[in-house]
């Protein structure tokens, strides 16, 4: 192992050993580790974890959709070819973005189904002795009440395993520390970002509609100037580097090191959204799109930016649960996560410090082959590095997404993979 790594493993952040054995001797005695690593049936895992119609639908490139047809009209003259052109572009974009309006609206409709049957309790009695259903409330708390219940979760296993000196579960032949309840939520990944994303598109359809009315094929355009009024089934790839742009964290990232001088990485990455300096709450707060693009930070109320980050700190622990695995058998984890879902994860942690850079790195790679295993490279980097950020949180706070450039990449990724399939 290098030095590197070393001074990591000392510093308490999860590096990947460089030795099968070692890495197979802590999966056994860590339970997230193992859920981590489980392998659950492909497509029953997949459709648990990945929110599918809460993303955009897949288009192509546009300089392909214009080789397509500069191929189906060999014989066309230039105009006429640049005409046929702009229209087929032009209607390749309105069924995407009409594909992605129609799918809010019924991504609107499943979570009232949801709420309204599915998640709710029955055989209530309120203040005035009548029965009642009390139906699962706002995504705000709910997510907090499923936070404070994974909290009550450890603190209680922990108690049992004091009082036991201990106390370790077997299963399977192996031995993992059980940290929390396997199982704890009835309601899949896949349900959980679909309420949390339907929340948030509806507000914007109104106004995305106005645009997509007026501006029609030249709505792409608007959205690039204007990249929040999209919903998340709308966004197009080259939009997405807009939302999450890296000016940030760059300054979040200069700011924590310099940090370091002074302190461990552990006292930095334990601070919570109340005791961070306000500087790096706003830096954060902007970096994670808890604040409007167009208004500075520092206009924001201080204890509403730290509000803010406290329910984003309980959204991570509820995603990280679902994203170990945790929540049961075919449950999926960060394995069965779709590209569009582990990328969106991914910068939802500070884990991109740029998207634009780091997706052109192999999109403009001309060989389809050399094309194909770049892009395939970028993404299990990605999937190892939400790994490890997992791996980590689970003892950190969020402070800890002010260090997401002293986490390294995994040194033999192709490895890793390699014991996986041998798993």
């Given at each position: 192992m290098s030095s590197v790594s070393q001074l990591h493993r000392a510093a308490g952040l999860f590096v990947f050993p460089t030795a099968k054995a070692q890495f197979a001797k802590e999966v056994k005695q860590s339970q997230v580790l193992g859920s981590l690593w489980r392998k659950d049936?492909?497509?029953?895992?997949?459709?648990?974890?990945?929110?599918?119609?809460?993303?955009?639908?897949d288009l192509k490139p546009k300089i392909e959709i214009y080789e397509e047809i500069r191929q189906e009209n060999a014989d066309s003259s230039t105009v006429a070819l640049k005409l046929k052109q702009s229209y087929g572009y032009g209607k390749a974009l309105m069924h995407f973005y009409k594909t992605g309006v129609?799918?809010?609206?019924?991504?609107?409709?499943?979570?009232?189904?949801?709420?309204?049957?599915?998640?709710?309790?029955?055989?209530n009695v309120n203040s005035k002795g009548k029965d009642v259903d009390i139906r699962i409330p706002g995504f705000s708390k709910l997510t907090s009440?499923?936070?404070?219940?994974?909290?009550?979760?450890?603190i209680e296993t922990k108690t049992e395993k004091d009082k036991n000196s201990g106390h370790i579960i077997k299963k399977s032949g192996s031995v993992s520390k059980k940290l929390i309840?396997?199982?704890?939520?009835?309601?899949?990944?896949?349900?959980?970002?679909?309420?949390?994303?339907?929340?948030?598109?509806?507000?914007?359809?109104?106004?995305?509609?106005?645009?997509?009315?007026?501006?029609?094929?030249?709505?792409?355009?608007?959205?690039?100037a204007f990249p929040q009024l999209t919903p998340s089934t709308c966004v197009l790839p080259s939009i997405l580097p807009r939302l999450w742009s890296p000016g940030s964290v760059d300054k979040l990232h200069k700011l924590t090191s310099k940090a370091l001088e002074s302190k461990d990485i552990a006292d930095l990455a334990l601070r919570n959204a109340y005791n961070l300096p306000i500087e790096e709450v706003r830096l954060l707060s902007t970096s994670l799109r808890l604040t409007s693009k167009f208004i500075p930070a520092y206009l924001?109320?201080?204890?509403?930016?730290?509000?803010?980050?406290?329910?984003?700190?309980?959204?991570l622990k509820v995603d990280n649960y679902y994203l170990s695995g945790l929540n049961g058998e075919n449950s999926g984890n960060v394995w069965n996560l779709s590209k569009q879902e582990l990328l969106l994860a991914c910068l939802e942690r500070n884990l991109i410090r740029d998207l634009k850079k780091d997706v052109q790195s192999y999109q403009e790679i001309k060989d389809e082959a050399e094309r194909s295993s770049k892009e395939a490279e970028f993404y299990t980097k990605l999937r190892l590095r939400l790994f490890q950020f997992i791996v980590d949180f689970e003892k950190y706070n969020i402070?800890?997404?002010?260090?997401?450039?002293?986490?390294?990449?995994?040194?033999?990724?192709?490895?890793?993979?390699?014991?996986?399939?041998?798993n």
């Open positions: 049936q492909k497509d029953e895992a997949a459709h648990a974890i990945n929110a599918e119609s809460t993303l955009p639908l129609s799918n809010v609206w019924r991504n609107r409709k499943e979570v009232k189904e949801l709420r309204k049957y599915q998640f709710k309790l029955s055989d009440d499923m936070a404070q219940a994974l909290y009550i979760s450890q309840d396997t199982g704890l939520f009835n309601m899949s990944r896949s349900q959980f970002q679909l309420i949390r994303r339907t929340n948030s598109d509806l507000s914007k359809i109104p106004w995305f509609l106005v645009v997509l009315l007026i501006f029609m094929e030249s709505t792409p355009l608007v959205c690039y924001y109320g201080e204890s509403l930016l730290r509000r803010r980050l406290q329910e984003y700190y309980n959204y402070g800890y997404l002010g260090l997401g450039h002293l986490l390294k990449d995994a040194e033999a990724p192709d490895t890793i993979l390699e014991w996986r399939s041998k």
